[in-house]
């Protein structure tokens, strides 16, 4: 079953990106929400499998945190596992304190560990076409 991805708040350049990794490694559909209320809305309307949320949101860079915040703060929302898209550590721990997964960093896309760690939510990677 085609397992569905939240990408919240990249850039054009970097959605294609994430875009490309996701389903050119699992059987997954990536879309995208760029603020805040977006995000919230495609959450509760969608049940995505992942969300993965930006650091910094692109459209009004607002901060990615408070996104991963809403949705565990709320019991219906809670169990939709997200991972912050960050290269810095501090962040990505102030993102599991806030109860996300861990995530990974942009110059991290290629790296065995990050298609591991999306593995966890997705299912296993797919041989490529």
Do not use: W
């Not at 603020?35 to 993965?52: I, K, N, S, T």
């Not at 219906?76 to 290269?87: G, Y």
């Amino acid at each position: 079953m085609t397992k569905l991805v939240l990408d919240v708040g990249n850039c054009g350049p970097d959605f294609a990106a994430i875009k490309a990794l996701v389903e050119d490694h699992f059987d997954a559909t990536v879309v995208s929400a760029d603020l805040p209320a977006d995000a919230l809305q495609a959450v509760c309307h969608q049940r995505p499998d992942l969300v993965l949320v930006n650091r910094k949101l692109d459209a009004d860079y607002s901060d990615g945190l408070r996104v991963i915040e809403q949705i565990k703060a709320d019991p219906q929302l809670a169990d939709i596992p997200c991972m912050l898209v960050t290269n810095y550590e501090e962040h990505q721990r102030a993102a599991m304190a806030a109860g996300a997964e861990r995530g990974f960093g942009k110059l991290q896309l290629q790296a065995p560990q990050t298609l591991k760690r999306l593995a966890a939510f997705l299912g296993p990677p797919q041989p490529p076409p």
